[in-house]
Structure formats: structure tokens, C-alpha cells
């Protein structure tokens, strides 16, 4: 059976979000470590976190894809924000056990005139001094847009972050649709393609989960905004050949497309009934 569900909220604890995927017909979900704009995380209650992982165990789900806020640049000019991503990704490792063996994912940065390679180094440099031997978590980069200064634009780019990390088997990435064609590679025409490129630059052993979003601008537009499944350019046809593509359909795939809870039960059993087919 195909992994597939969507962000959820935290907010009322570990175990009500497990609940809710269940209720939508989720086997596999994506949650924010914190708020997605930044600040100070939640305590963690050691006996809902227990009573997810039960749950989890219980019905069989797919790994989940924690994610890390929208705030965090570890390759940002600015010392304070610098600070910020190497605090946050060190409590959300320690908070990661709690839910152990599990996907943590970030958006690499922006490197904000600094230069590429720069920001690469920077990036790979955080990476290195919080990633340890021990955590049972591998950190996700994705892959973006490309809009403006970001890095993870190009597969080099990526490859190049993980060339550069010590502990490479708790290393990995997150492929996002909607970001992959707007950064320029075309898996509405030749999805096998971009995948054989993805391997010889990165490796389809370091895919660990996929963002399942339709794009409202054309490939190659650099534009990251996400669209609903079937009302943008990737249109439902594509999403179905990524769930269903065999070097794809082991991994847990998380919606993001704008919708309220109903819109992604509809999303995962319009999907789940294409992909029987």
C-alpha cells in the first residue's frame, strides 16, 4: 500500500495528530517541530509521544517527515539567524527521539549574496556539528525552487551538501514536485529522466520521501507556489506517476497543497484509488 498523507498540526499533542491521520486515511503524516515561523518549542509530553508510537506500530505507518520552520537559514548573513538554525536542529535531534527512526526535513537556505559555495559550506558545516553517530533520525535537505538566492535549486547543489557531511548515513532528501519543476526539471514529460539525473548526481539511495504538490507556474518558472492536486500545471497524471513509478513507491509521500483536512482526505483517496489501478 502506498505512504501517503499531509502536514498536520501539533497542537493538541503527538497522539491526536495519529488519530487524525487515521481519520483521513493516512498512513504516514509531516508535523513542525515548532511553530513554522520560528520561536521556542513546546515541551514535549513523554506519555502522548508514547501513545503515538504505539499507534504507529498498531497501524502499520510509513515513516514520518517531521519539518523544520520556514525561518531556519543556516547559511543567512546574520550571525543571530545562524544562531537560531544551529539551537533549533539541535533540540528538534534530541526532540526526534521521542518519535526515533524517523525523517527530520529542512530547506537548506538562502545564502543571500554570499555566493553558492559559500552557503553550501555553511550548510554542511551546521549539518557537522549536530548530526551524531547515535540519533536514530535522518535529516532530510530539500530540494527548491531555485527562487532567488536558495540553494537546492539543482541536484549539484545537494550533492555538494552531502559530500561535504561527515556522518553521510544520517543524510538524506526530500524531493518536492511542485520545487522540482519550478527549478527547471521536467516530470511531467520525462519523469524517468529526471530521476536517472537524480541518481548519477545525488543517488536514489540517499530519496528518503517525496512532497506531493501541483505547481501553479510551469516547469522551470522559479516560482514555489503549490497548488492543489489536478489545478496546476503538473495536473493529477503526473502525482500519480511519482506515487506509482517503481524507484519511487516504497517512500512515504506528504501533501502540502493548500487544503483544510477534508480537502486531504479527498487528495489521499482520489490518489490511493489511482494508484490501484
Request: glycine share 10%.
Amino acid at each position: 500500500m502506498v505512504n501517503i498523507g499531509c502536514h498536520l498540526s501539533a497542537a493538541k499533542g503527538y497522539e491526536h495528530m495519529g488519530k487524525e491521520a487515521l481519520d483521513i486515511g493516512a498512513n504516514t503524516f509531516a508535523f513542525f517541530t515548532r511553530n513554522p515561523r520560528g520561536g521556542k518549542a513546546k515541551a514535549i509530553d513523554e506519555e502522548d509521544a508514547r501513545r503515538l508510537r504505539l499507534l504507529l506500530e498498531e497501524h502499520n505507518f510509513g515513516k514520518l517527515v517531521a519539518h523544520a520552520p520556514y525561518t531556519l537559514n543556516p547559511c543567512s548573513k546574520d550571525e543571530k539567524v545562524r544562531n537560531f538554525a544551529y539551537i533549533a536542529m539541535s533540540e528538534d535531534m534530541e526532540r526526534m527521539e521521542y518519535t526515533p527512526g524517523n525523517y527530520y526535513n529542512f530547506h537548506p537556505g538562502s545564502h543571500v549574496g554570499q555566493g553558492v559555495e559559500k552557503g553550501i559550506e555553511m550548510i554542511a558545516g551546521l549539518l557537522n556539528r549536530i548530526l551524531t553517530p547515535r540519533q536514530s533520525t535522518i535529516v532530510l535537505l530539500e530540494t527548491m525552487a531555485g527562487k532567488g538566492s536558495e540553494i537546492g535549486g539543482k541536484f549539484e547543489e545537494l550533492a555538494a551538501i552531502i559530500d561535504k557531511v561527515e556522518q553521510k548515513d544520517k543524510i538524506g532528501v526530500c524531493m518536492d514536485t511542485c520545487h522540482i519543476s519550478d527549478g527547471g526539471y521536467d516530470i511531467i514529460h520525462d519523469l524517468d529522466g529526471v530521476l536517472e539525473e537524480f541518481d548519477r548526481v545525488v543517488g536514489l539511495s540517499k530519496l528518503r520521501a517525496v512532497h506531493i504538490n501541483d505547481s501553479l507556474n510551469p516547469v522551470g518558472s522559479h516560482k514555489d507556489r503549490h497548488a492543489k492536486i489536478g489545478e496546476g500545471h503538473l495536473g493529477t497524471e503526473t502525482i500519480v506517476k511519482v506515487i506509482t513509478h517503481p524507484k519511487l513507491k516504497h517512500l512515504p509521500f506528504i501533501l502540502e497543497t493548500p487544503n483544510e483536512l477534508p480537502g486531504y482526505a479527498a487528495e489521499i483517496r482520489m490518489l490511493r484509488k489511482a494508484a490501484e489501478k
